[in-house]
């Protein structure tokens, strides 16, 4: 973010389509597009018990959306809200000044993970293209044995 080091970002994506059909004749056919976007996420609870510092983790947000027919969304679509929503991006390479900016960003903006499916399936709402939505995230938590999940569907 600050030394503009280019890098390849590794996103998973998956375009299905479900078709229905009686007879051999095709009655409707169900777009869907699914991204699962590595983020990073502060934990606000620590930041407010702290005098300084607080725990963050790597997560996943994995969004499931069902397109209109005629609908032009794109995967660089949801991989941008899913970024914007977290407490920070990710990226694959980070110089010094590029970790001082990604940790001070996080800490300005810490999420618990029921926060972050909130946020996100908010901001795909309002798109008219997307019919209904489901929104997962895990925080592969950095101080606890175990991780942190949230999911939220809407129609």
């Not at 007879?23 to 597009?33: A, S």
């Not at 991989?79 to 000044?97: D, G, H, N, Y």
């Not at 996080?106 to 929104?135: G, H, Q």
């Amino acid at each position: 973010p600050i030394s503009a080091v280019e890098s390849w970002m590794d996103y998973e994506v998956t375009y299905l389509a479900e078709v229905k059909e009686s007879l051999d004749q095709i009655l409707e056919v169900d777009l869907y597009l699914k991204a699962t976007v590595p983020v990073m996420s502060l934990c606000p609870c620590s930041k407010e018990i702290s005098e300084y510092g607080a725990h963050n983790q790597r997560s996943h947000v994995t969004i499931l959306v069902k397109l209109d027919a005629d609908a032009n969304l794109g995967v660089d679509e949801l991989v941008r809200i899913a970024e914007t929503e977290a407490s920070s991006e990710l990226w694959a390479i980070l110089k010094r000044p590029d970790e001082k900016w990604v940790t001070e960003h996080a800490y300005e903006n810490p999420k618990f993970v029921e926060d972050l499916v909130r946020d996100v399936a908010t901001r795909l709402k309002r798109d008219e293209r997307i019919l209904s939505l489901m929104v997962e995230a895990e925080n592969f938590e950095s101080i606890h044995n175990h991780s942190a999940f949230a999911r939220i569907s809407l129609p």
